[in-house]
């Protein structure tokens, strides 16, 4: 082969390259760029159609993601994690403004918005996909968990939340994303997220961002 066309061949293999590199990144994962400067959260309590909902109503959080965390495969999906053999826990990515709420009012909202003694599901949803875990990205953060736990546990009740140090965020489908919000008259929304975001709203109705 000519040099020149070795030239133009290796070119078109870079450009294809870079082009590949940046179709890689979900729409999610590019939107999220955009709040760099704004502190994350990681939060594992069932359904994320539920948990994304009541997150994004707080004040001081600037968006929340679901995703799927706490497994140990590469590039999971719905369908996948659905199987229970990847590990991994449907879960939120929350983003907030530190200077509005703490990391510590997060965690109390977290276990105040689920069935804490419930293991290995929250209500209907059952399996280790819908698994509860509370990850932490610092020892301060998991020095903040375990406070609370201990508060909870002193009070007699059992806490079936698994405590993780936070590894990867793997987003979600495109569809999965503000699912509440885009399909209000789903059964599962009425029946399931619906009443679970108002039992969180009437027992913290202080946070709730107003309309």
């Known amino acids: 082969m000519h040099k020149y066309n070795y030239f133009i061949f290796g070119l078109v293999l870079i450009l294809q390259s870079c082009t590949i590199s940046a179709q890689s990144e979900t729409p999610s994962e590019i939107e999220s760029k955009k709040y760099k ?7 594992a309590s069932g359904c994320f159609w539920c948990v994304e909902a009541i997150y994004e109503s707080v004040k001081g959080v600037k968006e929340v993601y679901s995703g799927y965390s706490g497994g140990f495969t590469k590039n ?8 229970g053999k990847t590990g991994h826990a ?4 929350v983003i907030y ?3 509005k709420i703490n990391f510590k009012t997060l965690v109390d909202i977290y276990f105040g918005s689920q069935n804490i003694s419930q293991v290995n599901g929250q209500g ?4 280790s996909q819908y698994r ?3 990850f932490y990205k610092d020892l301060e953060e998991k020095r903040i968990i375990n406070n609370k736990i201990e508060k ?3 009070e007699g009740i059992k806490v079936a939340a698994e405590v993780m140090q936070f590894e990867k965020f793997w987003f979600a489908e495109e569809y999965h994303q503000d699912y509440k919000k885009k399909n209000p008259n789903n059964s599962y929304i009425k029946a399931i997220s619906n009443p679970r975001f108002n039992r969180f709203k009437n027992k913290f109705p202080d946070l709730i961002k107003d309309k």
């Open 97 to 99: 403004d530190s200077s």
């Open 132 to 134: 509860s875990i509370i």
């Open 37 to 43: 400067e704004f502190s994350k959260a990681y939060f």
């Open 90 to 93: 449907e879960s939120v990515m």
């Open 76 to 83: 999971p999906t719905y369908a996948s994690s659905n199987t």
């Open 124 to 127: 209907p949803d059952i399996g």
């Open 152 to 154: 909870i546990k002193s």
